[in-house]
């Protein structure tokens, strides 16, 4: 409740651009969270969250389609159908990945990330191949105001999907499913002793993760009001690991601080590029390598200050405080 107080009264605040960036946060919080509890709390490492993300995305923007005109409540349906779809997707996916282990299950989620693009090539019929497809959206709801902001609007909904997300996954980690989730990490062999389903916390895992990212996906492209397979690249999915390590693995507070990270080093690396006088070609090359760059030297600095990631600096220094 305290934090969504905080993020309306930061909409009021911020100018558009930033309240958008601040929607982007949200969005991208969705997928962190989910992918926090995968890999940092049940040890599935995922390379194909973008992927995920693509799903839910092009979900939501094929149901407005068929649904634009009909009133503020359509956006809700396509939404949670993003949700279902992804979390089939999700829980074939972990079907599969429950019988693999270590570079065998990075290389399966891998190929989905590979996989899921193509498929918009493919059957560009129906996704419009690279030109992708148009999310229709509706204005803010009149009863906000005829002149009320439509990027404080995005804000608002991307971060009730954000603040829902970091509260069901909260209330799962914090109970039994947590307590299993950990169990598989540690010791998948005393797990099974103590009578937890190894196989069964490992799919429900992906499953819940999944559902994070196709709400995660569906938020992206309500922002974007559009959705094509060049703004779900394979890089996406290596920048979600990075950013949930070096926010800090097996911490929802750690998500948030990889949420934003995906958000901030991109800007700064535009911002970096605009600073430097160079042609077209080069500015272009630059945007496209910079974030790898720069998640890359903050995750080395990150793990060396912190190996816990960022979350962790705060109880550290009141332990040496202490």
Sequence with gaps: ???????????????????????????????????TVLTGLNGQLSLGHGALMATGAYTVAMVQEQLSGRGQWTLLVSVIAAILVTTVAGGIVGLAAARLRGPYLAGLTLAVA??????????????????????????????LGATFPYERWQAWLSWAGALLTMLVLATLV???????????????AAARIAGVSVARTQVLAFVVSAACAGLGGALFAVLAQSVSPGAFPL???????????????????GAVWGAVLLVALPALTHSVTDSINVS???AQRLEGNLPLALFGITLVVVMLAAPGGIASLKPTYRRRKA
């Design 1 to 35: 409740m305290i934090a969504a107080v905080l993020i309306v009264a930061l909409t009021y605040v911020l100018p558009p651009f930033r309240n958008y960036q601040l929607a982007t946060v949200g969005a991208y919080l969705c997928v962190t969270a989910g992918l």
């Design 114 to 143: 590979v996989v899921v693009p193509a498929i918009t090539s493919t059957f560009d019929k129906t996704f419009n191949s690279d030109q992708g497809l148009s999310v229709y959206v509706d204005p803010p709801p009149l009863a």
């Design 174 to 188: 914090r109970g039994r499913f947590g307590r299993s989730l950990r169990a598989v990490r540690d010791d998948e």
């Design 235 to 253: 890089s996406l999915s290596l920048f979600l690991v990075m950013a949930i390590v070096i926010g800090g693995l097996g911490s929802l507070a």
């Design 280 to 282: 077209p070609a080069v």
